[in-house]
Each structure stands twice: as C-alpha cells, then as structure tokens.
C-alpha cells in the first residue's frame, strides 16, 4: 500500500536548517502527515539519490553553482516544487549578500587564501530567486515559515487544492493599539525614528510606528500570526512584500517618509538593511 502515497523530496540550497526545523515542528501533527507521504531523499533519512517525486521542497536560497544545479534537477524530478520559505522565495538573509561583489565577500572571509577546489561549491555572482531560474508551483513564505503554513500547503498539494492567497498587510493581524496612525493630520505622526536600543521603555501594547521605531508591517503581507510583535519586536519583513508591491523595501522608505519629519529619513540608520533585508535578491530596483 505505501508505493500509492504521494512521494515527497526536501532539497537543501544555501540556507540554515530553520525552515526544515519549522517542518518537524509538526510535532503531533507529523504522525498525520506522514501518514499521507512518503519521504524520498529529504535529510531525515539521508536518502542521497533524486528520484522522480509528486511534491519537492527547496529550502535555502540559490547562492551557489551546487544550488543551481540542485534546483534544476528537483524541477525536472517533481510533479509539484514548492519554495519552502524566504531564501529560495525572495533571497532572504543570503540575499543580503548581493549589496558586494563575490569576490570581495569571499576576500573579506578567507582573506588571500580563498579555497579554490574544484570541488567546492562555487559562489554565483549573485544570490537569485528559485522562480528566476525554474517553475515554482507554490511559495511558502516565511523566515522561518510558520508549522501550520507548511502543513496547509502540504495538505492542498495532495488534496489538489489552491491555498488562498493573503492579500492584506500584517496590521491586521498585529494586536497593537493604532490610534494616531489612523487619524488623520496635519502634524507629524513622531518625532524622528529610533531604535528599539534607545528607548528606555517599549509600550507592548501599542503599534511601533507611533512610538517612532521603524516597524516593516505596514508593507509586508499578513500571514505569520505577528509572531515578533505579540514578543515585543517590531516586524522586519521576513513573509515579503503585500502582493502586487513589487518592491518591499521601497514602499517602507516611501511610508516612513510620510510619517516623519522631513530629514529624519538622515537619522533612519541602516535604512536598506531593514527596508531590503528579505528582499534584496528580488527586488527589481536593487540591481545595477
Ligand atoms: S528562510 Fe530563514 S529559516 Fe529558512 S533557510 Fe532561509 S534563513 Fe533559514
Ligand atoms: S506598523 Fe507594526 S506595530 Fe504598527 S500596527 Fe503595523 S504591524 Fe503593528
Ligand atoms: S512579524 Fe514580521 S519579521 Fe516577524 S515573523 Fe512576521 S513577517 Fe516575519
């Protein structure tokens, strides 16, 4: 009876083993999904050979020459490819790496002896989304992505299903108090913008923004249950952008400036680290 349940494939490009972890916190529900699948190669079993599959997973970004090479295979081996989390969806942290050339990153960490095995994986130019080199089916967002979005997905694929798409931004879902963002005026929402560092103390129940620290919710879309903001931590953008926005981190420069005062955009320190942190690798407007 096992060789009829649908087969599923974990691939791992350039990323940290979080979106995996986020995976086997079914916990409970693991035994359910199992149930349902079969693994294949995946990194729970350590079954090295690809073969033909209904669902594949890519965790990571594709940062490198093994990554390209990996994606391209899972493609032509799947029924189905998922993009499990940030990295492979919109470059995510490894992304980042994109602000500098690859040959000044890799002088930067190995100094003058930068390994040149063949056998090693050779560094791409830069980082590059898994939709830009092959055909994604479904993207998981998320950095991680929650449990219950990996499951829900997983269960649409094998119940032939769509997943609704989220279409609003994370306000709605953040249980913060919004007064004085919502009102409208002729002032200045804040003073300037801050740091979480320099306030003496955070108000955990009302919205950053009108605290005057730097929160990504209102430009990235609804979705992982205001997961840092229910911890006291505003939001930094890990789901991406609010669908049909085609860059994230834009439209934060662009809302942040209407809610300070002219020239405090000056003080917003690492603006690009916080507005293009998920996104860089994606984001049309970032490339030379
Ligand atoms: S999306 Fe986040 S958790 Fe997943 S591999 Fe990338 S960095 Fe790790
Ligand atoms: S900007 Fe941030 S803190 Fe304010 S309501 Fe939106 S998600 Fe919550
Ligand atoms: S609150 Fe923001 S940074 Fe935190 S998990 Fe949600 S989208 Fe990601």
Redesign the pocket.
């Given at each position: 009876m096992s060789e009829q349940k649908p087969t599923v494939a974990i691939g791992l490009l350039s990323g940290c083993f979080g979106c995996l972890m986020s995976f086997l916190d079914l916990a409970d529900d693991l035994a359910e999904v199992f149930n349902l699948i079969e693994f294949r190669r995946c990194p729970f079993n350590d079954v090295r050979e690809l073969e033909h599959v209904t669902v594949g997973m890519l965790e990571g970004a594709l940062s490198t020459d093994h990554d390209m090479k990996l994606a391209k295979e899972m493609r032509e081996k799947c029924d189905v490819l998922v993009s499990l989390g940030t990295c492979p969806s919109y470059g995510g942290i490894p992304g980042m790496r994109n602000f500098q050339d690859s040959k000044t990153i890799c002088e930067d960490v190995y100094g003058r002896r930068v390994p040149d095995d063949e056998e090693l994986p050779q560094l791409l130019p830069a980082v590059v989304t898994l939709a830009s080199v092959v055909k994604v089916d479904y993207f998981i967002r998320g950095c991680p992505p929650t449990t219950e979005k990996i499951k829900e997905t997983l269960v649409a694929i094998l119940e032939g299903k769509k997943v609704p798409e989220k279409t609003r931004?994370?306000?709605v879902e953040?249980p913060?108090t919004?007064e004085s963002?919502l009102t409208p005026r002729r002032g200045f929402l804040t003073q300037g913008v801050r740091s979480v560092m320099e306030l003496d103390e955070i108000d955990p129940t009302r919205?950053?923004?009108?605290q005057g620290v730097v929160?990504?919710?209102?430009v990235t879309v609804e979705g992982c249950n205001?997961r840092c903001?229910g911890d006291n931590m505003?939001?930094r953008g890990c789901m991406g952008p609010v669908p049909g926005v085609p860059s994230q981190g834009n439209k934060l420069i662009d809302a942040v400036a209407t809610l300070i005062p002219s020239g405090a955009l000056m003080f917003f320190e690492d603006s690009v680290g916080i507005a293009f942190r998920y996104t860089h690798a994606a984001d049309e407007s970032m490339r030379k």
């Open positions: 931004n994370l306000c953040c913060r919004k963002i919205c950053f923004l009108e929160c990504m919710g209102l205001a903001l505003p939001c």
